[in-house]
């Protein structure tokens, strides 16, 4: 995607993967390098610290608003990114912004799309989110509703993988042996259920949307191409954005990129895009990594790695998962393996 | 707080979430740090490498150039023939393979030369005057420094033409002389005075004269040599003498078989060089074993490609004609050749001994306060001073490594020495930053990169003629080759720090300016530290 640079040197140093730098085409640079970006979510919002739906949120946001030319609206369910951002009467949305209920982001978006045109204002973008809640489990029923009618907008889930904003409650996005307040590390089998859960990504491929693409924080060009990607096409899109919650998980606040680089690297959270229900792009692992590498810096998957009584069964059952979504996407190159 | 006039369960006044100094929740601070990278730490002539590199990533040649000039006045010389052990330090060599650090510079070097770049003199005129003794590297590099610093100075050289060991020790197809001329004149073209075939024998005179300070830097010519019974031996010759005379077009007929007694750099030289002159068969006689010789692998492994045969572990017992007779030895585990009463016998018509130099200190046993050290090399104190106030010295005559660049990080460093000592001071160097260790890289954002390679001569030609064996790279690979400098420990303008903060709290301030973070909203999470690629930023614990 981001691979051929116009550069007579290719930009070597670094290559495309860090956020800008002087020898870059400016072009080639992403919006979050440019001072001049919308900054969705200003400064003093509540979120943790190193909180990775503030960062993706913003990635995202500030994407589409270049894309749209300032010319969006965007709907928000309630969790974390509506509570952080919007302590009443205080707001960090510096774009157009508009809070649902829990449950009913996609149905509001599909109005707000309705109402645009309704009015002549065909130039204007809708973009709705929600929190992995909020979309794979209450907000189902109407984002499914929003697929099968085509409306034209474009639904985010920050896939933090539990009800953060309620005190980490399982949800159907919640991984295998992770530990949640309701799916405590105890018993034979401590932390959530293998075998159950939704891929919310292969769901929205399966209504043959336009559009369905899956980003992480960790890769910003990327992710920032998919926005754009999907800001230029009509009808229902669906990006589906992995963003670590420090608080949630049990991590430190400063790993919270690393940790989602080493979800794609260890092949636990592919990077694809796909039209109308087929995969049309992949992005390659870059660095293979075992998935312990990515479960051991996190205090939910702690449990696995107790000194002296190392889970292996299950770590290896983990790295199935990986190795399935490697084989299913064809993740690694094929002169690497 | 206005609670009072705010309406139920609202604590802030109505507006944006920026009234919310959320930096106070902080516990540590991210810190911008300068950190030395590795390769300028390494280096012995102290030069900025990463500095000098970051304007040649861009295409800036020239001020490629001005910057590395800033510490050393030969960098196509030293792009030839420096041992670059900054290229060991290099931090990219734990991530792929080190950065060619010498090929760029030897590239910036070529580049001025041909586009006639000259250094500026940046000092007015002191009024002092300094005399240089030897013209080689250390010397030149002196006098270099000490113009740059408004110093008048005028070298006085032995020989009949510049350059030292550079000359007449290093052969003309690692370094050619059109390079090293150019690089000599753009020097004395500054207005330094060059005094040939003048031989300094009495220090003090020269300070009677009326020079107010002196460097010597007079190298290490004299050949050592070693007790070998011979019963009408054929030639035997000493390596600096002969490389001197093949310079100067006097070189003896040397038949068709030559040994070469000895394990450096010199051994390597000679019998590369007498190759070229037609020897068939060069051999090189060495007591220890390939790991333990004092040449670089590099050099052992061109002048096997050129068909020198190396005799390792093996001393030279007994000549007879053009029979040497040399004992097996075997290395024990200090590293030392013991005797294994094991002989066999060689046959060649020439013995070229290369069992290194001493330093002729005839002229300064005189001087009172110069103390000679074990060695017979002379001692200085950290400001590169002997024990005569005002009298200087640096290169092969002191205690310290024997290379090129050593000797020209010895005149830098006499010569600002120099020059705080005529102005009454010490020279005070800046601190020394903490080191930029791999360990504070994030090197995932680094593209895989190889390592550009320097073509070769054929081998034909390398046996055959005196023509450079390695070959430069073009404007194109060498740009390639800078950017895989990881700017170690010093922001390169990456913008991540930018991009990661979930809280919009790194300010950027525009090109060159580099970034500032916003402490009224820093809360301190730490993601600009871990994922800055070249560890330029610090978390500091906050004190309140
Ligand atoms: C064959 C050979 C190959 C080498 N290859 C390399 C290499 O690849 N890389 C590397 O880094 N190093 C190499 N070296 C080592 C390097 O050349 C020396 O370390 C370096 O030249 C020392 O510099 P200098 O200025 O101290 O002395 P020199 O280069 O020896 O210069 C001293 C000068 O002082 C003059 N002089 C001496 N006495 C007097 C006097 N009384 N009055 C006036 N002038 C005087 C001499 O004529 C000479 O010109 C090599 C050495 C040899 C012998
Ligand atoms: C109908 C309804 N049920 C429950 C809630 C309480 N609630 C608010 S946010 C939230 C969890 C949100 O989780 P998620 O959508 O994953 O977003 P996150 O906070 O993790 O970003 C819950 C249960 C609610 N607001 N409305
Ligand atoms: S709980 Fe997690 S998702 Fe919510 S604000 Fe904190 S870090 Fe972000
Ligand atoms: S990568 Fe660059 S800055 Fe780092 S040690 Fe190597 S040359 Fe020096
Ligand atoms: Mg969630």
Redesign the interface.
Known sequence: MTDDTPQ????????T???????MDEAA??V??S?DRS?A???????C????E??GA?YALDAAMRASGGRMVAVNATGCLEVF?T??????WQIAWLHSVFGNAPAVATGVAAAMRMRGKTDVRVVAQGGDGGTTDIGFGCLSGMFERNDDVLYICYDNEAYMNTGVQRSSATPPAARTATTQAIGPHPGNIFGTGKNMPRIAMAHNIPYVATASVAD?HDLEAKVTRAMSIGGARYIHIFVPC?LGWGS???????LA?LAVESGLFPLFEAEHGEVTAVKKI??QVPVEDYLRPQGRFRHLFREGHEDRPTIEAIQRMADANIRRYGLVEEDAA | MNDHTLPFAITLDPGSSKQNHTGSWRSERPVYVDRLPPCNHQCPAGENIQGWLYHAESGDYAEAWRALMRDNPMPAVMGRVCYHTCETACNRGKLDEAVSIHSVERFLGDYAVEHGLTPPVDAPPSGKRVLVIGAGPSGLSAAYHLTRLGHAVTIREAGPMAGGMMRFGIPKYRLPREVLDAEIARILAMGVTLELNTKVEDIEAAFAEGFDAVFTAVGAHLAKRTEIPAHAAGRILDAVTLLQQVEMGEAPQLGRRVIVYGGGNTAMDVARTVRRMGADEAMIVYRRSRKEMPAHEFEAAEAEEEGVLIHWLRTIKGIEGADFTVEKMVVDADGRPQPTGETEVLEADTLVLALGQDVDTTFLTRVEGVQIAKDGVVSVDAHMMTGRPGLFAGGDMVPAERTVTVAIGHGKKAARNIDAWLRGGVADPAPKQELAAFENLNTWYYDDAPRSVQAQLSLIRRQSSFDEVVEGLTEETAQYEARRCMSCGNCFECDNCFGVCPDNAVIKLGPGNRFKIDYDYCKGCGICVAECPCGAIRMEPEVD
């Open positions: 007579k040197v290719r930009f070597y140093q670094t290559g993967h860090t956020v800008g730098n002087r020898l640079r992403t979050q390098a001072p900054n979510i200003t400064s003093g919002h509540r979120a610290q190193g909180c990775g503030a960062l913003r951002t302590p009443s009467p205080e707001s960090s910003l420090p430190a606040s400063h790993d919270t990129v690393k680089r870059r660095h």
